[in-house]
């Protein structure tokens, strides 16, 4: 059973990367527009505010393939901050703490940020050549 969806890697990683960038994305709107549900919005220049701006904005640019290793590396980032700040401070297990998402977000983006955009994206479509495997993995 080693590896019998090789084959389709950069496509499945395509989907992987437009899936996660819209779920990042999803997590922005709900703190900066209060959507989905029926939340309160944060205020803009706070803490919370710029975690709105960097996972909507973000979000978006990983989903599109839109300069995608630099978003997705601030968004790293910014779930470090966010479990480091937010989560750890309340018990040392991430699942005890309520923190694996954002560990799993960090360890995502960070693999994006070295692997890059990929297929199907806007990055791939500027430089008006197929990227290939080989050349994700040379980024």
Request: proline share 2%; charged share 15%; aromatic share 14%.
């Amino acid at each position: 059973m080693e590896r019998f969806l090789g084959s389709y890697s950069s496509q499945l990683y395509a989907i992987l990367r437009v899936v996660a960038g819209l779920m990042f994305a999803m997590h922005g709107t709900q703190k900066l527009f209060g959507w989905p549900g029926a939340g309160d919005t944060v205020e803009l220049a706070s803490l919370m505010g710029l975690a709105g701006i960097i996972e909507f904005v973000g979000g978006l640019m990983i989903a599109f393939g839109f300069l995608a290793s630099w978003a997705a590396f601030i968004a790293s980032g910014e779930m470090a901050v966010a479990y480091f700040v937010a989560h750890a401070s309340q018990a040392l297990w991430p699942i005890l703490n309520k923190g694996e998402l954002a560990v799993l977000y960090c360890f995502l983006f960070l693999y994006m940020a070295a692997r890059g955009s990929g297929i199907w994206s806007v990055d791939a479509a500027r430089h008006r050549k197929p990227v290939t495997e080989a050349e994700t993995y040379r980024r």
